[in-house]
């Protein structure tokens, strides 16, 4: 049994010793819980990201149809213009500050995983935590495009409203 990687699937499953947590009930009750509110944070924030993304979009609409019907001259879509910018900005770096919740957030599950037991850990790293990362920030850059190129669309829809009339 000293190789392990050579064993049928039946033995490498057999081979598994469960090791339990050293910790006692109420301090493993302590952990469970700060695991669970750690895990519903890490949601709330990326649904926080992803209800920023959509309700910026929703604003940059807003702001094209204000210009379209409440006014077309330029100072009044320099300043449109201007607020898109701002709210780009402010998105964008409320996205990162919403990434960086989860990372912190994250941390403390790695930190709780290590006083559990090992089957609770060998199931935790089935999936990597260079993949989870890479999707993480892939999804990152992704929104943040997004924003960038809806300021973009909105941008040129405030000078078609100015200029296609």
């Not at 339990?20 to 493993?28: I, M, N």
């Not at 949601?43 to 210009?67: D, N």
């Not at 924003?147 to 409203?161: D, E, P, W």
């Amino acid at each position: 049994m000293a190789d392990n990687k050579n064993a049928p699937p039946a033995e490498k499953a057999s081979s598994f010793e469960l090791v339990p947590t050293a910790v006692d009930e109420q301090t493993h009750a302590e952990l469970c819980l700060l695991y669970k509110e750690s895990t519903d944070t890490v949601r709330f924030a990326k649904h926080l990201q992803w209800w920023t993304l959509g309700s910026t979009l929703m604003s940059f609409g807003a702001i094209v149809m204000l210009g379209k019907y409440v006014g077309t001259d330029m100072t009044y879509a320099n300043q449109l213009t201007g607020a898109v910018i701002l709210v780009t900005m402010g998105v964008i770096f409320t996205l990162i500050v919403y990434q960086f919740w989860q990372h912190n957030e994250l941390r403390k599950i790695r930190e709780i995983s290590l006083h559990m037991s090992n089957l609770f850990g060998r199931i935790r790293r089935m999936k990597s935590r260079r993949e989870a990362n890479i999707q993480r920030y892939l999804l990152l850059i992704f929104m943040i495009s997004t924003v960038i190129l809806g300021a973009v669309i909105a941008y040129l829809g405030l000078q078609q409203v100015v200029y296609g009339r």
